[in-house]
C-alpha cells in the first residue's frame, strides 16, 4: 500500500499537473486568455443561464396539428375524387382521427376503396358493409409526419433566433415533441417568444364575392370558402370585419424568396419576392383576376385586402395593411424565416437576469470558500498533520472537480455550486475512514508503519462501498432528473470521483514519502 | 508536534442496543407526526411542481409590499404571495397557476410585469421570472417521486449485491425514515418545495445509506472476526468503533451546509435546510435504525471469509 513504483508517482504528479493547466483559466480573466498561446487550454466552465443569466424556454410543438391540417386537406382531395367517380354520399367530414362519410349506395364499396386507395399511399381506408367509409393515417405516417413537424419546427426556429441576432442560442429537441432553447443573455424574451408564438403561415387568396359576409355568417358559406378576420378593416367600435375568402390559395409563403421592411408613402410595408415558380402562379392568377380583391392571409387573420389593379409579373410586391415599424420588421423576419410547421407553445420559461446571476455566482464562490475554511480547520484540529494532508488532498480534489467540469464542459449551475460545497465537505470522508482505522490500529499496539498500512488497506472497501451509494444517488439525478437536479447532480458525481481518487492516490502518496523520508517512532494522529 | 484533539475518546461503549426500543418508538412517532402532517398541512409545493409564474423584482428603492399586493392582486389573477427575498429592495411576487393552458401563463406574466412597472417606476429590475406550465410541472413530480423511488431500489440492489439481503432490508428502513423526516420537515414548518429540495433528498439518500455501509461494513467484518460474540454486543461494538467517523464526516458535512445557508443566497436555502437536517437525521438513522434492525432480520452467523485469528472481544464498559 505505502510503496509507489516511479511511473506510478509520475503518473499522479502529471494528473495532477494537467488538472491545474486545465482548470487555470477559470481564474484568468478573458482578455488574458485570448493573449496566450493557442496550445495552452483556455475553455473555462460552461455556466447555466442561472449564473450567466438568460432564458431558457421549453416550446412544445403542436404536432396534432399537423395531422389534423392532413386529415382536413383530405377532405377536399376525397371530395374531388368522388366527384370525378361520381359516387354518392354524405356526412363527409373528419371525426376524431378519421375522415368518415356514408355512401348512399352501399355497392360503391369496392369502387371507392380503388379510388380513394389511389389517393395517398399513407392512409388505410376501411369501406363496411353498411357503406360506413373510414380513413385513417396509418400509424408510420403519423410517426414520419410528426417527426418531420418538430424537425421542420426546429430549423425554423434556429433561422428566427439567428435573424434576431441573438448570440450563441442552444437549440435542441427534448423528447418527443419539445423544443429547448437558451438565450444567454436574453433576460427579457418577449420579442422572441413573440416571434416564435407566430406559425406565420402566409397565403395570397381571393375574395369569394358570391356572397356578403352577413350572408356567410348566416349560414350560407359556399363551399371551399371561409369567413376569416380582417385586422385592415375595422367597424366602427374598432373590432375586425369579417371577409369571406376562398380555402385555396393562389400563391403561398412557402414561395417567397425575400421579405424586407420597408416604406411606401410614409407607412411601413413588407416588400416581397416569390422564387421562378410562384411568380409564375401569382403572376397567372392575377392576370385573370384583374379587378377583383385578393386577401393576403397570415396565421388565419387577413393582414389586408387589396384590389387587384393590373396584373402583377414581375414576382415582386408589397404587404401594406396596419402596420408599424416594428410589426413589419417582424413579419419580414418571420416570411424570410418561413412558416412553422405547426403551432408552438410555451410550457416553460425561466429567465434570470445578469444582476441575479452575477450575485448567485458571487454568493456561491463565497459559500464555497467558507465551507472550504471550516472543514480545513475541523481537519488540522481534529488530526493535525494527518489533517494537513488531507486538506492538501481536499484542495488537489477543488482543482480536478474544476478541471473535470471544463474539460467535460459541463454546465455549472446554481444548484451544482450547492453540489460542489457540498462535495468539499464530504470528500474529507475518505480521508477520515482511513485516519480513524489508523488510529484503531495504533490502540491494537502496531508500529507506525505497519498501522497506516493497514488503515490504508481495510478502509479502501469501506471507501469504495459508501462513496459507491452517494454516486448512485449523483449519476440518478444527472439521468433522470431535469434543471436543477441534473446541474447538482454533475458536480456531485464529479465530486465524488475525484475525492475518491485523489484519497487513495495523491494524499496516501504525501504519506508514503512522508514515512519514508522521517521515519517517526509514533504518529502524530 | 501538534497532538490533535480527539472528537470522541478512544473507542465509546455507548449501548446503543439496549435502548433501541426507546429509539425505535422515537422513530415510529416522528415518522407518524410527518406523515400527518403531510395529510394535514401537505407541502407548500413551489413553482417547479404546482406550476404557475414566479416573478423576482428588485425595486429602486425599499419595495412597498402592501403597493405591490394590491396592484398584482387586483389583476383578477387569483392567489397571489409576496415574500420579501435577500434584501428589502427584492421581492418575490408568485401567482397561482393560470386557468387556460400554457397560452394564459405567457399573458398573466405579461400583466404581472406592466402593473410591477408601474408601481415601482423604471427602475424596476426584473430578476427572475419562472413560468412552469401545467404539462410541464406535472411531468417535473412524476421525474422527482421516480428518481426517489429508482434511488432507494438502486441502493437496496447495491446493499444487496456486497452484503446479503438482510443487510439491505435494514437500510431501506433507515431511507425510507430519512425520506419521510426530511419531506415532513418542509410540510410543518411549510418550506418552500420545490426541484432543489429534491435534490437534496436524493443526496441525503446517499448520504445516510454512506453511514450506513460503513457501521455494516465494520458488522460484517465483526462477525468474521469475532464469531461468538453475542450479536447485539457485536453491533454495539461496531457501532462504537465508527462512531467517530460517523460524527467527523457528519460535522465537516454540516459546517459546509452552514457555510451554504448563511452564504449561498436565498435561491440556494431551501436546499440548504434540507441537507443539514438530513445529514441528522441521516446519521442518526443509520446508528438507532439500521443497525439495530439487524437484529430482526435473521442474519447469518460465521460462515463467509476468513478469521482474523481469535482476538478477544473488548468487554464493553458501563
Redesign the interface.
Known amino acids: 500500500m505505502l510503496f509507489f513504483p516511479r511511473w506510478k508517482v509520475g503518473l499522479i504528479i502529471a494528473t495532477f499537473a494537467l488538472g491545474m493547466l486545465i482548470a487555470l483559466p477559470n481564474v484568468i480573466g478573458r482578455a488574458t486568455l485570448e493573449g496566450l498561446p493557442s496550445w495552452l487550454p483556455a475553455r473555462q466552465v460552461l455556466l447555466g443561464l442561472?449564473l450567466q443569466g438568460g432564458s431558457h424556454l421549453?416550446l412544445?410543438v403542436e404536432v396534432e396539428a399537423v395531422i389534423a391540417e392532413r386529415l382536413d386537406a383530405m377532405v377536399d382531395e376525397i371530395r374531388l375524387a368522388m366527384r370525378k367517380a361520381d359516387i354518392g354520399y354524405v356526412g363527409l367530414g373528419v371525426r376524431g382521427d378519421a375522415v368518415t362519410f356514408t355512401l348512399r349506395e352501399p355497392a360503391h364499396a369496392e369502387q371507392t376503396k380503388e379510388e380513394l386507395a389511389a389517393l395517398d399511399a399513407d392512409c388505410d381506408v376501411v369501406v363496411g358493409e353498411d357503406g360506413v367509409a373510414s380513413i385513417t393515417l396509418n400509424e408510420a405516417a403519423v410517426t414520419a409526419r410528426r417527426h418531420a413537424a418538430v424537425e421542420q419546427s426546429i430549423e425554423i426556429v434556429r433561422r428566427r433566433i439567428d435573424e434576431t441576432g441573438t448570440r450563441e442560442p442552444t437549440i435542441q429537441r427534448q423528447g418527443e415533441s419539445r423544443i429547448l432553447i437558451q438565450l444567454p443573455g436574453v433576460?427579457?424574451p418577449?420579442r422572441i417568444?413573440g416571434l416564435l408564438?407566430k406559425t406565420a403561415k402566409l397565403t395570397f387568396r381571393l375574395l369569394d364575392p358570391t356572397v356578403t359576409p352577413g350572408q356567410a355568417a348566416a349560414g350560407q358559406l359556399p363551399v371551399g370558402s371561409e369567413l376569416l378576420p380582417s385586422d385592415d378593416d375595422l367597424d366602427a367600435e374598432g373590432n375586425p370585419q369579417m371577409l369571406v375568402v376562398r380555402k385555396r390559395a393562389m400563391v403561398g409563403g412557402d414561395s417567397l424568396v425575400d421579405a424586407q421592411p420597408t416604406f411606401q408613402q410614409g407607412q411601413p410595408v413588407v416588400s416581397f419576392q416569390f422564387d421562378s415558380a410562384g411568380a409564375r402562379r401569382f403572376g397567372d392568377a392575377t392576370t385573370k383576376n384583374t379587378g377583383q380583391r385578393m386577401a393576403i392571409v397570415l396565421d388565419g387573420r387577413v393582414i389586408s385586402a387589396p384590389v387587384i389593379r393590373e396584373p402583377i409579373t414581375g414576382g415582386r410586391g408589397i404587404i401594406s395593411g396596419s402596420f408599424t415599424v416594428q410589426s413589419a420588421t417582424d413579419l419580414a423576419l418571420l416570411l424570410r424565416a418561413g412558416a412553422l410547421p405547426a403551432p408552438l407553445?410555451?410550457?416553460?420559461?425561466?429567465?434570470?437576469?445578469p444582476?441575479?446571476g452575477a450575485?448567485?455566482i458571487r454568493?456561491?464562490i463565497?459559500?464555497?470558500i467558507?465551507?472550504v475554511i471550516?472543514?480545513v480547520v475541523?481537519?488540522l484540529?481534529?488530526?493535525?498533520?494527518?489533517?494537513v494532508i488531507a486538506n492538501i488532498a481536499l484542495l488537489v480534489n477543488g482543482i480536478l472537480l474544476l478541471a473535470a467540469m471544463t474539460l467535460l464542459q459541463a454546465t455549472l449551475t446554481?444548484?451544482g455550486?450547492?453540489g460542489i460545497?457540498?462535495t468539499?465537505?464530504?470528500a474529507?470522508?475518505a480521508n477520515?475512514?482511513i485516519y480513524?482505522r489508523i488510529?484503531?490500529e495504533i490502540?491494537l499496539g502496531r508500529t507506525p508503519i505497519s498501522a497506516i498500512e493497514a488503515g490504508y488497506s481495510r478502509a479502501m472497501?469501506?471507501i469504495i462501498?459508501?462513496?459507491?451509494?452517494?454516486?448512485?444517488?449523483?449519476l440518478?439525478?444527472f439521468g433522470?432528473?431535469?434543471?436543477?437536479?441534473k446541474g447538482?447532480?454533475v458536480t456531485?458525481s464529479i465530486g465524488l470521483a475525484t475525492s475518491m481518487f485523489t484519497a487513495v492516490t495523491f494524499s496516501r502518496l504525501i504519506v508514503a514519502t512522508w514515512l519514508r523520508r522521517a521515519r517517526p517512532k509514533s504518529l502524530?494522529? | 508536534?501538534?497532538?490533535?484533539?480527539?472528537?470522541i475518546p478512544?473507542?465509546p461503549s455507548i449501548r446503543f442496543i439496549a435502548k433501541r426500543w426507546l429509539f425505535f418508538g422515537l422513530s415510529v412517532a416522528a415518522t407518524l407526526v410527518c406523515i400527518g402532517s403531510l395529510f394535514v398541512l401537505g407541502l407548500n409545493f413551489g413553482i417547479?411542481f404546482r406550476g404557475g409564474i414566479l416573478v423576482?423584482v428588485?425595486a429602486p428603492g425599499p419595495a412597498d409590499l402592501g403597493a405591490i399586493r394590491s396592484s398584482v392582486g387586483n389583476l383578477g389573477l387569483g392567489e397571489v404571495a409576496l415574500q420579501g427575498f435577500g434584501d428589502e429592495r427584492d421581492v418575490l411576487v408568485r401567482v397561482q397557476r393560470q386557468k387556460g393552458?400554457?397560452?394564459a401563463?405567457?399573458q398573466a406574466?405579461?400583466r404581472i410585469k406592466e402593473a410591477l412597472t408601474a408601481d415601482l417606476g423604471a427602475g424596476v429590475?426584473?430578476?427572475?421570472?419562472?413560468?412552469?406550465?401545467p404539462?410541464?410541472s406535472g411531468e417535473?413530480i412524476q421525474?422527482?417521486i421516480?428518481?426517489v423511488v429508482?434511488?432507494i431500489g438502486?441502493?437496496m440492489i447495491?446493499i444487496w449485491l456486497?452484503f446479503e439481503f438482510q443487510f439491505g432490508i435494514g437500510a431501506v428502513l433507515a431511507l425510507v425514515h430519512d425520506v419521510f423526516l426530511t419531506v415532513g420537515l418542509f410540510s410543518i414548518l411549510q418550506l418552500d418545495f420545490?426541484?432543489?429540495v429534491?435534490?437534496a433528498l436524493?443526496?441525503v439518500?446517499?448520504?445516510s445509506?454512506?453511514?450506513t455501509?460503513?457501521i455494516f461494513?465494520?458488522i460484517r467484518e465483526n462477525l468474521r472476526k469475532y464469531k461468538q460474540m453475542p450479536l447485539p454486543d457485536l453491533i454495539d461494538l461496531s457501532v462504537n468503533?465508527?462512531l467517530?467517523?460517523t460524527i467527523?464526516?457528519s460535522?465537516?458535512?454540516?459546517?459546509?451546509?452552514?457555510?451554504?445557508y448563511?452564504?449561498?443566497?436565498a435561491?440556494?436555502q431551501g436546499?440548504?435546510i434540507a441537507?443539514m437536517w438530513g445529514v441528522l437525521v441521516g446519521t442518526y438513522s443509520s446508528v438507532y435504525i439500521a443497525a439495530p434492525v439487524l437484529l430482526y432480520t435473521g442474519l447469518r452467523r460465521g460462515g463467509t471469509g476468513p478469521t482474523e485469528g481469535a482476538v478477544a472481544p473488548p468487554a464493553p464498559a458501563g
Open positions: 442561472d421549453l412544445e433576460d427579457d418577449e417568444k408564438g407553445t410555451i410550457v416553460e420559461e425561466r429567465s434570470v437576469g444582476g441575479l450575485d448567485s454568493a456561491g463565497t459559500a464555497s467558507i465551507a471550516l472543514v475541523f481537519m484540529v481534529f488530526y493535525g498533520f494527518f489533517g446554481l444548484p455550486i450547492a460545497a457540498l468539499l465537505g464530504m474529507v470522508d477520515v475512514l480513524e488510529r484503531e490502540a472497501a469501506t462501498d459508501s462513496n459507491l451509494t452517494t454516486l448512485i444517488a449523483g440518478l439525478m433522470l432528473g431535469s434543471g436543477a437536479v447538482f447532480g456531485l502524530p494522529i | 508536534m501538534y497532538k490533535p484533539i480527539r472528537l478512544q473507542r417547479d423576482e428588485r393552458g400554457e397560452e401563463q405567457q406574466v405579461a429590475e426584473f430578476r427572475r421570472v419562472e413560468v412552469v406550465g404539462q410541464v417535473l421525474g422527482g421516480i428518481a429508482v434511488a438502486a441502493m447495491y456486497r420545490n426541484l432543489t429534491v435534490a436524493l443526496t439518500l446517499g448520504f445509506m454512506n453511514d455501509v460503513v461494513d465494520r468503533e465508527t467517530s467517523r467527523m464526516t460535522g465537516t458535512t454540516l459546517l459546509a451546509m452552514l457555510a451554504l448563511l452564504f449561498g443566497g435561491v440556494i436546499f440548504a441537507m
